[in-house]
């Protein structure tokens, strides 16, 4: 399996059509991407 990319939900859809038209075999998956970022600061007392 290979990840192609990352589409919102119409794109994918429309992305998805013509490659199964072009006879490749293709699943759509939803899934919740998160992360986290890290700061750094300074504090004067």
Known sequence: MLK???FYEDEAK???KYLRDAGMKVDIRTYI???TKEYN?????
């Open 4 to 6: 192609l990319g990352d």
């Open 14 to 16: 429309e992305v998805a």
């Open 33 to 35: 991407d998160g992360y």
């Open 41 to 45: 600061y300074l504090e004067v007392v």
